[in-house]
């Protein structure tokens, strides 16, 4: 018997010895990436791109922000525009409108590397009315906004949403493809679960339409950890193995009140 303990301590040790090995990671030694964020859209002509750098696992801080770097962005249509560093790693473009059917093409030189991407503006596609459905899962009862609308028919269209709910920062949401409903009528539910809905809020909604690559991006997050920050990376449109999105979207932002909408669905 007593043999037999030895032997089952023995493994117990080597077990234990093998799964610090396993979580013994070198964070605070990784290597630091660069993150660029770039949401080109028609809301305005003010666009912003944000440079930055990761930081060591454990720091007091999310990111570093690059303040030297180059960043241009070239066009289709002819166009050369140079952002200009600002603060925070925000590198801003005043003037700049974007077009639909036009390709643009981003390009950044920063500590000695270059990035690039390049993604073509997709055209609006209108919604034919927005409201408020209800859900209820398991004894409580859930209102999302939802957008109804017709998809152009032999067009592969990509849509990404953002949402704000009374005095909240503007977040990402939700994204959606025709993949299976191309030329139909659709019915888009805002479904970010950690929202919760109330009489008489004021809720802003951004609905954009994006390209492929900005599409991945952000349904892959959404895919791997809804309603939080993403644990893994997802795939970057960017060259050079740089983190982040680069997207010129069409866009149109929805602002209303819920007691209307809601009032209609009790």
């Known amino acids: 018997m007593k043999k037999k303990l030895l032997i089952i301590l023995a493994l117990l040790t080597v077990l234990f010895s093998a799964c610090e090995k396993v979580i013994d990671l070198d964070l605070e030694n990784s290597k630091a990436s660069i993150v660029i964020e770039g949401n080109l859209n028609d809301l305005n002509v003010d666009q912003l791109i944000r440079v930055t750098k990761t930081v060591a696992f454990g720091t007091d801080r999310k990111s570093d922000p690059i303040s030297d770097a180059s960043v241009v962005v070239r066009s289709s249509a002819n166009e050369e525009i140079t952002f200009v560093y600002e603060r925070d790693g925000y590198y801003r ?15 950044i030189a920063a500590e000695g590397e270059y990035y690039r991407s390049s993604v073509t503006m997709p055209s609006y596609v209108a919604i034919d009315s927005l409201g408020i459905s209800k859900e209820k899962i398991f004894t409580e009862e859930r209102y999302y906004p939802t957008f109804k609308f017709y998809d152009p028919a032999q067009v592969i269209n990509y849509y990404l949403y953002e949402i704000a709910v009374n005095n909240s920062p503007m977040r990402f949401a939700s ?15 805002i479904s970010d679960r950690t929202l919760d809905l109330e009489l008489d809020d004021e809720v802003r909604v951004i609905r954009y339409c994006v390209d492929a690559s900005v599409y991945k991006f952000w349904n892959e997050f959404q895919s791997a950890n809804p309603g939080g920050a993403a644990p893994g990376n997802p795939s970057s449109n960017i060259s050079n193995g740089a983190l982040g999105y680069f997207s010129v979207a069409s866009a149109v932002m929805y602002l209303f009140k819920t007691q209307e909408y809601m009032e209609k669905v009790e």
Do not use: M, W
């Open 93 to 107: 473009a005043q003037n700049f409108q974007v077009r639909p059917g036009i390709k643009y093409s981003l390009e």
């Open 175 to 189: 994204t959606y493809n025709d993949k299976f409903n191309d030329g139909k009528y659709i019915t888009h539910e």
